[in-house]
């Protein structure tokens, strides 16, 4: 119950200290999956960014304006993630007309987007802690680039390592598992300046 | 259980309004008007509705495009050269173009969306694709898993194709498989018999199309089939030829070798035939009897793995050994290889090694 908080203290904080994958290990399949180049990485961390906006967005608006009236809160898991897939599938036919370049270079990613875990979960989050409309856009928008920075970040030093020479037990998940976890070491070190949760 | 009912509802509720909401979406941002194809320079315009491929454009235009895959990009067949209008190269077709093939506007047409008027080259050949209704009017048992399957046209309709060419069957649902299959097979009958083609099938063990093909087709039957597609075919300029294969890939030099014949072409001409037993040689008689009436051609079946009892005392080997050993120099000649990927890359170093003029070998291959 914090609907008081500063928005963009939620920005910072989701970016950095509360990082979907780093903190809330949300978003892992694809975080682990997709990190092999930077360029594939960082193409589908915008992907996950454009579409967690607008999926906090209209789903901000399913909840308070469809679910809550109606008393379905029971119901939110199979809302959200209906509104999600839904989303996803505009997004796509309206990228696909207006920005045809960007919906080129995303290709496969964007549908793929729809069973990223971290998108539900801050929807969930977004109920959970009671944000009002701007808190939760600026939770979205913080979430989305903190998971286009991790995922960018963790592809760097993957494709620093893919070159590197590394003891053979540790090559493919377990360096990366490793990497991980230095990571959100690092992210968590930023956490006298601000935090939510 | 007012509960449930309240949940039901809701839930239907909520996906019948994103339903309609994708609906909307999608007829006014799917929405392209009408669009313009030219074909090579104005031989043919068509007026189509945008948004879908370039390719179901114009098949429903009746200008088909060979396509293996049906659309899924895993192919590479449907070339074609788009000269205006089809937007910046995909990630989904980089894979099937070279550097020539870019620079030149090729692009995989099942890729392509038509979102505004296009201006694309097809080659003339593609205007003689067209689609068949077919009956199956007889099944020949070849080999333990080789059939021969003729399909007869309906009446008025027929084919120009040139020998070596395929056909692109269409497979219905069958058993557990739900989806419809396309599958390429060479056309094993002579050009001139042309209110029918036959094609040999091979039983892939698991394979969706040779499975259907073998087991669910009976004479009597119908099947979709477009056709023909394929540059694999005969260049006149040569008297000298040789041909071989393995397994079905007997089927377009069947198709070849009684075109020859038919035409009285003075040609020398020697097939060599690779299987592993007795009992995988078929349509031996047939390429028997030609040698008999022509004393240009000639036949040798080779066996690699010959079973005791086949006594066999024919030539015994890899096709590789036993080309080394009938032909000595490929100067002039030509090669038409047909079988399985790797057979012809074996077959192909040993003709380069024998001379071959490497832009004179052609090859089909099955896989």
Not at chain 2, 121 to 131: D, G, H, K, Q, S
């Amino acid at each position: 119950m914090t609907p008081q908080i500063n928005p963009f203290i939620i920005f910072f904080a989701s970016i950095i200290t509360s990082n979907m994958v780093l903190s809330n290990f949300l978003g892992m399949c694809s975080f682990i999956s997709v990190s092999n180049e930077f360029k594939t990485a960082s193409g589908l961390g915008k992907a996950v960014t454009l579409v967690m906006v607008f999926t906090t967005v209209i789903n901000y608006v399913v909840y308070q304006y469809v679910v809550l009236p109606l008393g379905l809160e029971y119901l939110r898991y199979v809302v959200f993630i209906i509104v999600i897939a839904a989303s996803v599938q505009i997004i796509e036919l309206a990228m696909d007309r207006f920005l045809p370049e960007l919906y080129i270079k995303l290709g496969i990613f964007l549908p793929l987007i729809t069973v990223n875990c971290a998108i539900l979960g801050i929807s969930l989050f977004m109920v959970i802690r009671n944000y009002n409309f701007w808190q939760s856009l600026l939770f979205g928008l913080g979430s989305g680039l903190g998971w286009w920075l991790a995922i960018s970040t963790l592809a760097a030093i993957r494709e620093k390592t893919g070159k590197s020479k590394i003891p053979q037990g540790l090559v493919g998940p377990g360096l990366t598992f490793i990497i991980i976890g230095l990571m959100a070491l690092a992210f968590m070190g930023f956490s006298g300046i601000f935090v939510i949760q | 259980m007012k509960e449930i009912i309240i949940t039901v509802l809701s839930i239907t509720g909520i996906s019948t309004v994103l339903a309609v909401l994708i609906i909307i979406a999608e007829k006014f941002l799917n929405n392209y008007g009408e669009c313009e194809i030219d074909i090579n320079d104005g031989d043919k315009n068509l007026r189509v509705e945008g948004g879908s491929s370039l390719l179901s454009s114009l098949a429903a235009n009746k200008i088909f495009i060979p396509s293996a895959c049906g659309g899924k990009a895993t192919c590479g067949l449907c070339k074609v050269r788009v000269l205006e209008g089809a937007g910046p190269l995909l990630p989904t077709e980089e894979p099937y173009l070279s550097k020539d093939e870019r620079n030149d506007g090729v692009r995989l047409s099942c890729q392509v969306k038509v979102k505004g008027n296009l201006r694309v080259y097809i080659p003339e050949e593609l205007f003689n694709i067209r689609e068949y209704v077919a009956t199956v009017t007889n099944i020949k048992d070849m080999t333990h898993d080789i059939k021969e399957f003729r399909f007869e046209f309906k009446a008025g309709e027929d084919i120009k194709f040139k020998a070596g060419q395929y056909m692109q069957i269409e497979t219905k649902p069958y058993d557990k498989v739900k989806e419809k299959a396309i599958r390429a097979y060479s056309i094993s009958s002579a050009p001139s018999d042309n209110k029918a083609v036959e094609l040999i099938i091979r039983r892939v063990p698991g394979g969706l199309c040779t499975t259907y093909m073998h087991d669910h087709i009976k004479v009597g039957d119908e099947v979709r089939m477009t056709g023909p597609y394929g540059d694999f075919y005969m260049r006149d300029d040569s008297d000298d030829y040789v041909f071989m294969a393995g397994g079905s890939g007997m089927a377009p030099i069947k198709s070849l070798v009684m075109d020859i014949m038919e035409r009285n072409l003075d040609k020398k001409m020697i097939f060599i035939f690779g299987a592993v037993s007795k009992k995988d040689l078929y349509h031996t008689e047939f390429f028997r009897e030609i040698e008999r009436q022509n004393s240009n051609f000639r036949y040798v079946p080779a066996l690699s793995r010959p079973e005791p009892d086949d006594n066999w005392n024919g030539e015994t080997g890899l096709v590789t050994e036993v080309l080394k050993r009938y032909v000595d120099s490929g100067k002039g000649k030509h090669a038409y290889l047909c079988g399985s990927p790797g057979m012809i890359n074996a077959c192909v170093n040993v003709l380069v090694g024998s001379e071959f003029d490497e832009a004179k070998i052609y090859y089909d291959k099955f896989s």
